[in-house]
């Protein structure tokens, strides 16, 4: 059995919708369906969960969201419509979006979760009836009724180990199941979505759950390519993945799948499979537990802005039993999460996105590092990007760091820092912001011209 999840772009139009509808009926397998909130339908187009945002936030603040509630009730009518359905199903999407619209507003986050949930909801319920107007035999299924519950946390929701069971008997249903991604339920009843992009973790704990052979994830592009084809023009396609070198990649940058997606299908080894709505015959990318034909070391290359880092030095630091538990502590309880820690003898540099170290939390915890652990040095360097090279082959290949510190040099550019993770299936280069792009390319022509 496979499950296919549809992103955003596919459920745009009447005219993207019925593609989806032929390509999951064009296999029997295709069974469960996860489908995201209607997209853009071009560049400057606005996405429903953003509509539905702005609907919160004017709910919230002005009291009155009217105008911005018709627009998405607009949005829904005018793909109905277009698809011949009856206004019935026009009438249930306007209710269900006024229910929400006129819901409890003493939680603002619980408000405008429910809210950003409508957008996938509803689009599955249409999904579902407009399958049903042309013969077959599909169902509308909510999270709630199936069980997906998830943490509480909204906005950043993660799902709950009971929900794999709950979601087993999706299976068992013999017609098409349509299920809306994003959002799943707390334990107590409560609305709560995935972080942006959620849709994609919807289809793979779906995968986990009911044991599919495979897990499809259609998108608007042919493949995964090995580099942002924004900044590389016509950069070479990835035909075949691997789970760690997919995570690495999206970790930095590449957003063709939401950075947590991977975890549920990773522990059961399923294998997933991007594809283009649009070109649906496409062989598009695969991503599997391993890779046997690795003829190159390097797959990807990827970068992404928004870094800073907390450098420490102090004097017979590797003697100190403790200070990294200590250093760590400070973080913990002032809530920053960490992404690397490479270390000297006697310093080590903290890595942070710079969306969690805001300038206010940097004066107190510099203070509390310098008082608590009586460091002799520290600074911070904010506005840094980190460019990785990614690929299973760099593990038994010599002289990756080389050539890639050669390619960056003849560039000009300067290393704030270099990592090589324990795994070895990726490197870091720790470089300002501005010079991300050029070094990007650099690195691509190093190791794919
Ligand atoms: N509609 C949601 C978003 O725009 C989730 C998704 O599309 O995956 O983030």
């Given at each position: 059995?496979?499950?296919a999840?549809?992103?955003?772009?596919?459920?745009?139009?009447?005219?993207?919708?019925?593609?989806?509808?032929?390509?999951?009926?064009?296999d029997?397998?295709?069974?469960?369906?996860?489908v995201?909130?209607?997209?853009?339908?071009?560049?400057?187009?606005?996405?429903?969960?953003?509509?539905?945002?702005?609907?919160?936030?004017?709910?919230?603040?002005?009291?009155?969201?009217?105008d911005?509630?018709n627009?998405?009730?607009?949005?829904?009518?005018?793909?109905?419509?277009?698809?011949?359905?009856?206004?019935?199903?026009?009438?249930?999407?306007?209710?269900?979006?006024?229910?929400r619209?006129?819901?409890d507003?003493?939680?603002?986050?619980?408000?405008?979760?429910?809210?950003?949930?409508?957008?996938?909801?509803?689009?599955?319920?249409?999904?579902?009836?407009?399958?049903?107007?042309?013969?077959?035999?599909?169902?509308?299924?909510?999270?709630?009724?199936?069980?997906?519950?998830?943490?509480?946390?909204?906005?950043?929701?993660?799902?709950?180990?009971?929900?794999?069971?709950?979601?087993?008997?999706?299976?068992?249903?013999?017609?098409?199941?349509?299920?809306?991604?994003?959002?799943?339920?707390?334990?107590?009843?409560?609305?709560?979505?995935?972080?942006?992009?959620?849709?994609?973790?919807?289809?793979?704990?779906?995968?986990?759950?009911?044991?599919?052979?495979?897990?499809?994830?259609?998108?608007?592009v042919?493949?995964?390519?090995?580099?942002?084809?924004?900044?590389?023009?016509?950069?070479?396609?990835?035909?075949?993945?691997?789970?760690?070198?997919?995570?690495?990649?999206?970790?930095?940058?590449?957003?063709?799948?939401?950075?947590?997606?991977?975890?549920?299908?990773?522990?059961?080894?399923?294998?997933?499979?991007?594809?283009?709505?649009?070109?649906?015959?496409?062989?598009?990318?695969?991503?599997?537990?391993?890779?046997?034909?690795?003829?190159?070391?390097?797959?990807?290359?990827?970068?992404?802005?928004?870094?800073?880092?907390?450098?420490?030095?102090?004097?017979?630091?590797?003697?100190?039993?403790?200070?990294?538990?200590?250093?760590l502590?400070?973080?913990?309880?002032?809530?920053?999460?960490?992404?690397?820690?490479?270390?000297?003898?006697?310093?080590?540099?903290?890595?942070?996105?710079?969306?969690?170290?805001?300038?206010q939390?940097?004066?107190?915890?510099?203070?509390?590092?310098?008082?608590?652990?009586?460091?002799d040095?520290?600074?911070?360097?904010?506005?840094?990007?980190?460019?990785?090279?990614?690929?299973?082959?760099?593990?038994?290949?010599?002289?990756?760091?080389?050539?890639?510190?050669?390619?960056?040099?003849?560039?000009?550019?300067?290393?704030?820092?270099?990592?090589?993770?324990?795994?070895?299936?990726?490197?870091?280069?720790?470089?300002?912001?501005?010079?991300?792009?050029?070094?990007?390319?650099?690195?691509?022509?190093?190791?794919?011209?």
């Amino acid at each position: 059995m496979i499950v296919a999840k549809f992103g955003g772009t596919s459920l745009a139009s009447a005219h993207q919708i019925k593609k989806v509808c032929d390509i999951i009926t064009s296999d029997p397998e295709r069974r469960i369906v996860v489908v995201s909130a209607p997209g853009k339908r071009s560049r400057d187009d606005i996405k429903v969960t953003d509509m539905l945002i702005a609907c919160a936030q004017a709910g919230l603040e002005k009291g009155n969201a009217d105008d911005e509630m018709n627009a998405v009730v607009e949005r829904y009518a005018g793909i109905a419509s277009d698809l011949g359905l009856s206004g019935d199903i026009v009438e249930i999407i306007a209710d269900d979006i006024r229910t929400r619209v006129n819901g409890d507003k003493s939680n603002k986050e619980k408000y405008t979760d429910n809210l950003k949930a409508a957008g996938e909801d509803n689009s599955a319920k249409l999904v579902a009836a407009y399958l049903k107007s042309i013969g077959y035999d599909a169902r509308y299924v909510n999270p709630k009724d199936a069980g997906l519950i998830l943490s509480d946390e909204f906005g950043n929701a993660q799902v709950l180990p009971q929900s794999y069971e709950n979601l087993k008997s999706l299976s068992d249903y013999p017609g098409i199941t349509i299920f809306p991604g994003f959002f799943g339920y707390s334990l107590s009843g409560e609305v709560v979505t995935f972080p942006r992009g959620g849709s994609d973790i919807t289809g793979s704990i779906l995968a986990a759950a009911v044991n599919a052979d495979l897990y499809e994830n259609f998108t608007d592009v042919d493949n995964v390519y090995s580099a942002n084809p924004n900044l590389i023009d016509n950069p070479r396609p990835i035909i075949e993945l691997t789970y760690r070198e997919m995570r690495e990649l999206s970790y930095a940058g590449f957003s063709v799948l939401q950075e947590e997606t991977l975890i549920p299908v990773f522990k059961k080894g399923i294998p997933v499979r991007i594809k283009n709505t649009n070109n649906p015959s496409a062989p598009g990318t695969t991503i599997v537990k391993e890779r046997h034909n690795i003829t190159e070391p390097v797959v990807g290359i990827a970068g992404d802005a928004g870094f800073c880092f907390i450098y420490l030095s102090k004097y017979l630091m590797n003697r100190e039993i403790g200070f990294g538990r200590r250093l760590l502590q400070i973080l913990e309880e002032e809530h920053i999460p960490f992404e690397h820690m490479p270390s000297g003898i006697d310093n080590i540099t903290i890595i942070l996105k710079q969306a969690h170290f805001t300038e206010q939390k940097e004066k107190r915890i510099v203070e509390r590092i310098v008082k608590e652990l009586e460091v002799d040095d520290i600074s911070v360097q904010r506005n840094l990007a980190l460019v990785m090279i990614v690929g299973e082959g760099m593990r038994n290949t010599v002289g990756i760091t080389s050539r890639a510190s050669g390619a960056l040099a003849r560039e000009n550019i300067n290393l704030d820092m270099i990592s090589q993770g324990p795994s070895e299936v990726s490197m870091i280069f720790g470089i300002k912001d501005y010079e991300k792009d050029r070094a990007i390319r650099a690195l691509y022509n190093e190791f794919f011209k």
